[in-house]
């Protein structure tokens, strides 16, 4: 008698759908920086090594654009021959499982005026421009009795930033970044997931 093995349904694959190419996490002693790799199933934070200097990050989280010119974006194809799961190895890194996000919020900020930030004013000013940062905050189950909330600030890089700022405002540059990374995550996060925009 020969037995048989019952076999599973077979797994999906994961698809990798979107790159988000830069955000910034805040953080008392070092902001960090992530590329957001979007698949069928979960969001990975991907930490990047850094490029600048902690006072440079904060001021680049209250302007909404790298200061630096020369880092190039990463794509998906980056990421092609790399699993989510060896991206979740990895502690650097931060994965958000889709079906454990309870809310996702793209807000913006008000800025505060400070006499160390009469630059930043004064170019506004002269480009007639205001400098509007967009943000997320991302809240998800960790367990049953414990929640966790995720923020990062919309801060593309120059490389993707300079060519853009040619033909369109700084003001739309953003809000289309923002606007985009938004979009990529109503369409993987489950229905039930409360959105805000404002």
């Given at each position: 008698?020969?037995?048989?093995?019952?076999?599973?349904?077979?797994?999906?694959?994961?698809?990798?759908?979107?790159?988000?190419?830069?955000?910034?996490?805040?953080?008392?002693?070092?902001?960090?920086?992530?590329?957001?790799?979007?698949?069928?199933?979960?969001?990975?934070?991907?930490?990047?090594?850094?490029?600048?200097?902690?006072?440079?990050?904060?001021?680049?989280?209250?302007?909404?654009?790298?200061?630096?010119?020369?880092?190039?974006?990463?794509?998906?194809?980056?990421?092609?021959?790399?699993?989510?799961?060896?991206?979740?190895?990895?502690?650097?890194?931060?994965?958000?499982?889709?079906?454990?996000?309870?809310?996702?919020?793209?807000?913006?900020?008000?800025?505060?005026?400070?006499?160390?930030?009469?630059?930043?004013?004064?170019?506004?000013?002269?480009?007639?421009?205001?400098?509007?940062?967009?943000?997320?905050?991302?809240?998800?189950?960790?367990?049953?009795?414990?929640?966790?909330?995720?923020?990062f600030y919309m801060v593309p890089l120059g490389a993707y930033f300079k060519p853009r700022r040619?033909?369109?405002?700084?003001?739309?540059?953003?809000?289309?970044?923002?606007?985009?990374?938004?979009?990529?995550?109503?369409?993987?996060?489950?229905?039930d997931c409360i959105f805000v925009a404002g």
């Open positions: 008698m020969i037995s048989q093995v019952r076999q599973g349904p077979e797994r999906v694959p994961e698809r990798r759908l979107a790159l988000v190419h830069r955000v910034i996490v805040p953080d008392k002693e070092y902001p960090k920086e992530y590329a957001i790799l979007v698949t069928d199933r979960r969001s990975v934070f991907i930490r990047q090594r850094k490029t600048r200097r902690s006072f440079v990050l904060r001021y680049e989280m209250r302007i909404g654009t790298a200061l630096v010119t020369d880092v190039i974006p990463k794509t998906l194809d980056d990421f092609e021959q790399t699993s989510p799961e060896s991206l979740m190895a990895d502690d650097s890194n931060l994965t958000v499982p889709h079906e454990a996000v309870i809310s996702l919020a793209m807000r913006t900020e008000e800025h505060e005026r400070r006499k160390r930030d009469l630059f930043l004013w004064l170019t506004m000013r002269r480009q007639g421009e205001v400098f509007q940062v967009y943000n997320f905050e991302m809240k998800y189950r960790l367990d049953p009795d414990r929640d966790a909330m995720i923020k040619q033909t369109q405002s700084r003001e739309t540059i953003l809000r289309e970044y923002a606007a985009d990374a938004l979009e990529i995550f109503q369409r993987v996060l489950p229905p």
